[in-house]
């Protein structure tokens, strides 16, 4: 995975620095500028996304939490995190739900059923990603015909729908963390009990099986998913060149499309600016304006994210020096 974060990273640069050349940064400067101090409402919007994302993680998280000891604001708190390492450092899409499980642990919750809720909300985002391509695909159809080649769009989607309902089938019937086990028990030795293989198989069945849970959290996450399509048409708005709604939602779902396909570079660099000028062309969007509506975007996730990553350290650091002292105590005793 490591070698495929880096390889990914260059590659996603590679592409970036392409764009760039290619591009008139003035221009891109310029219409950064005529947004001005206006593109900062994107921060606090953005809350909006984690709240959903939150409230969704709290309903998977009750039947092993039912006396909140993860309430609302600590639960949001991570889940700004969690979006803040995966969007921010150099590692793949799941490196930030490891740090969401560790950071729920502290809340004296146990390993197995709060990892199956964070590989069942995976799972769920995988979905709803589809849902959401799905959507853009639809309202694609009331635009003109030469706006995009639909079926090219349209083949590569029908062709990996099963995925989903493939993941699925096979976390509930496949015991799939058991067999990893004996796999890999070998070279892990008595790091990972299996014991603890067979409880994460126990508690993701468990899961899978609370129909209307993942019917209610898995809505919430497709709202969210929408509410980020307010981002590209409140930005275009203040760049002069306002669109409809329809198109906001498409090219949001086709930008979420093609970071999902990379989840193995790093903050989808260079994908995603190359996804708004690939899709903004067919919109009408110019490349320097599409250049511009992602750097928006980064600049949001760079606000955002900074001062929650500083206070995941902060925290990390507390919790170090508490341990410290602690245990400097008991040696003194």
Known sequence: MKTAVR???????????????????????RTLAAGGLNLFWLVPYRTLFYALYAVGWILLLHPVDPTHRAGFGYVLWVTMVRDAVDRLLPVASVGGSVVGIRLLL??????????????????????????FIALGLVVMLDFSAGAFDYRRLLVPFLLTVPVPAATVAVLRYGSVAARLHRLLGPWLGDSVRSEDARALDAELRAALQRVRTLMVAGTLQFLAFVSGSV??????????????????????????????????????????????????????????????????????????????????????AVRLHRRTALGSGQSRS
Do not use: N
């Open 7 to 29: 390889i990914g990273a260059v590659l996603g640069l590679a592409l970036l620095v392409i764009l760039a050349v290619r591009s008139d940064l003035t221009a891109i400067a």
């Open 106 to 131: 502290w809340r004296g919750l146990r390993a197995p059923p709060v990892a199956a809720t964070v590989i069942v909300e995976i799972l769920l985002t995988l979905i709803v990603v589809y849902l």
């Open 231 to 316: 981002e590209i048409w409140f930005a275009l708005r203040l760049f002069g060149h306002p669109v409809s709604a329809a198109s906001a939602l498409v090219l949001e779902s086709l930008i979420q499309a093609v970071r999902h396909l990379a989840f193995a570079i790093p903050a989808g660099i260079g994908i995603q600016e190359a996804g708004f000028v690939v899709f903004g062309h067919a919109l009408g969007i110019s490349a320097e304006l599409a250049l511009a509506v992602s750097m928006a975007k980064r600049l949001r996730e760079i606000a955002c994210g900074v001062p929650a990553l500083v206070s995941w350290q902060w925290a990390e």
